[in-house]
């Protein structure tokens, strides 16, 4: 597990707890935390503590044949966490937008992408949060750029052992851009209060990108078919001392990582509108703005939609 913060550590937790073979790669003062202390996974249930391996580098690992590389770093660490990794192995993106798989397939022949629904939280050091109960969530499974093998299917029951939902899907790609869309507001929600306003603003972002993926011809789930896929799987309970404070987006402010991955999600849809000639200034503002508040290590909530909405006027 390449990256092992809310959906990483969270995921490898679960995954050696079910008895599957989990080494974790991390970095900086939550790999000392879990070499010195283990992992603690928090979850509405209550809590527990997983002695799982923790190295620093992908060098560290000792690779054997039949191994597959999760990575779960966020989109913007991917290419040079990408040159760290061995040749020939599969790599498997549980990473939320849809250019982490394209990356890969430069490097790799085989590739896998993670319809990622996983509500999950890591602000501390050697404590990762599932906020769902019972399942913690869904991981459906595909090749890229499409079509199932006998892999996908072996890590997709992996998933299913490990407590969550999860099918192998040859049109996982089509699912990736669903959760695209419902991702391209938490730029938006890190950086303003909640309020029917700021609800307005990402309605009209996730528009603007619908009206952008119809131009570019890629197939994506209506809202009816997403909410009928996802039912009642998803249960967000808050955790005592610790509710579900926000998006990843969000959490990235909130520990002040300097970084986020608004490049990726709705810069995604930046680049499709410029390739196909549909003006985008929702998602190139809430891009931009979300950039910027990284780089300046803003908290969150700290934008009115006041000041957001100003800030639209000045894209071109």
């Known amino acids: ?11 490898g937790a679960l995954l050696s707890a079910a008895g599957e073979d989990v080494v974790l790669i991390a970095r900086g003062e939550h790999l000392q935390a879990m070499r010195a202390k283990g992992l603690v996974l928090r979850r509405p249930e209550g809590e527990s503590r997983h002695r799982v391996d923790a190295v620093g ?17 966020k989109a913007q660490d991917t290419e040079a966490a990408l040159r760290l990794l061995p040749d020939g192995l599969p790599v498997v993106s549980v990473q939320n937008g849809v250019a982490n798989e394209p990356m ?14 996983f509500p999950t939280s890591h602000l501390e050091p050697g404590v990762v949060v599932v906020h769902s109960t019972p399942t913690p969530g869904i991981l459906d499974i595909g090749r890229y750029p499409s079509g199932v093998d006998g892999r996908a299917e072996a890590i997709a029951r ?39 306003e700021r609800q307005e603003i990402v309605e009209r972002v996730r528009e603007e990108a619908r ?5 570019a011809k890629i197939d994506f789930a209506g809202e009816e078919e997403n909410r009928a896929h996802r039912g009642d799987t998803i249960s967000v309970r808050d955790i005592a001392g610790q509710p579900r404070t926000g998006s990843s987006s969000w959490q990235s402010l909130a520990r002040g990582t300097g970084s986020i991955e608004a490049d990726y999600l709705n ?5 499709l509108g410029r390739l196909h000639g549909v003006p985008t200034k929702w998602n190139e503002n809430a891009r931009t703005l979300a950039a910027k508040a990284a780089r300046e290590k803003a908290a969150p909530g700290s934008l009115t939609t006041g000041e957001w909405l100003s800030s639209l006027d000045l894209v071109s």
């Not at 890969?104 to 629904?117: E, K, T």
């Not at 998933?159 to 730029?187: C, H, Q, V």
């Not at 810069?267 to 680049?271: A, R």
């Open 211 to 215: 009206e952008v993926l119809w131009k």
């Open 104 to 117: 890969m397939l430069r490097h790799f022949a085989d590739v896998y992408g993670v319809c990622v629904m």
């Open 158 to 196: 992996a998933f299913r052992k490990a407590g969550f939902r999860s099918e192998p899907r040859p049109d996982i790609m089509r699912w990736k851009y669903t959760k695209l869309l419902m991702n391209l507001g938490n730029a938006v929600e890190a950086l303003c209060p909640p309020s029917p």
């Open 1 to 11: 597990m390449y990256g092992a913060g809310a959906i990483g550590g969270s995921l």
């Open 267 to 271: 810069g995604e849809i930046v680049l």
């Open 57 to 73: 580098t992908p060098g560290a690992v000792d690779w054997r044949d039949g191994d597959v590389v999760l990575l779960a770093m």
